[in-house]
């Protein structure tokens, strides 16, 4: 299963959580997407209204990124970037409100349902929502593939230490593919 993460309007767009790279790797995510549709799941970051609606220490987040709540936000821009918001239709969508999709119920009890032993992980950013939700996988015992091309980030040195110096830590659950590496061996 292709689990692309919050490849969305408020990552691709000029707001404070801007993240530069999502252009440059929207083709690659695109290519995996449009390879498998009806294997691909899309995670959407999701913002409560206002802080006060947040739980936990989500209520200081929200409080530092008000301008980024429900109340404030236009909720268009919690869409899927163009071309995925058209191929999403074939995929499932996922909205999560943590970093780490693992933490949606009924996620993991669904993948388990339909067989999944590998997720390919692409989307933003690399060293916070895909990092999360890499981790989880992990500790639920699934094999992991990184497609290196089509993962991005607002912070390329924090990008660069999740695929060079954590990642690497982990050969047995996490593997580091292109994304025409990852094509080749699961379109066959």
Same mark, same amino acid.
């Given at each position: 299963m @292709?689990?692309?993460?919050d490849?969305?309007?408020l990552f ?5 959580? @801007?993240? #530069? ?5 929207? #083709?690659?995510v %695109? ?5 498998? #549709?009806?294997?691909?799941?899309y ?9 006060q ?5 989500w ?10 709540t ?8 919690l869409?899927? %970037?163009? #071309?995925?918001?058209s191929i999403?239709?074939r995929?499932? /969508?996922?909205d999560?409100?943590? =970093?780490?999709?693992?933490? /949606?119920p ?12 590998t997720l390919?992980?692409?989307? %933003?950013?690399?060293? /916070?929502?895909?990092y999360?939700?890499m ?5 639920l015992? =699934?094999?992991?593939v990184l497609a290196t091309?089509a ?7 924090a @990008?660069?230490?999740?695929?060079? @110096? ?7 659950q996490?593997?580091?593919m292109?994304?025409a590496?990852?094509?080749?061996r699961?379109?066959?």
């Amino acid at each position: 299963m @292709h689990v692309t993460i919050d490849m969305q309007r408020l990552f691709a767009e000029d707001t404070p959580w @801007h993240t #530069p790279s999502l252009g440059s790797i929207l #083709p690659n995510v %695109v290519r995996l997407c449009e390879a498998q #549709p009806d294997r691909t799941v899309y995670a959407r970051f999701v913002v409560p209204a206002n802080a006060q609606q947040a739980s936990g220490s989500w209520k200081a987040y929200f409080d530092r990124w008000n301008m980024m709540t429900g109340d404030v936000l236009d909720p268009s821009m919690l869409d899927l %970037v163009e #071309p995925l918001s058209s191929i999403a239709a074939r995929g499932w /969508v996922v909205d999560k409100s943590t =970093y780490s999709i693992f933490a /949606v119920p009924g996620f993991a009890e669904r993948l388990a349902a339909e067989r999944v032993d590998t997720l390919i992980m692409s989307g %933003v950013e690399t060293d /916070v929502c895909v990092y999360a939700s890499m981790l989880a996988a992990v500790d639920l015992g =699934y094999r992991v593939v990184l497609a290196t091309d089509a993962l991005g980030s607002a912070d390329p040195k924090a @990008h660069d230490a999740v695929l060079q @110096h954590l990642v690497p830590r982990l050969p047995e659950q996490i593997e580091l593919m292109t994304t025409a590496a990852v094509l080749e061996r699961w379109t066959r």
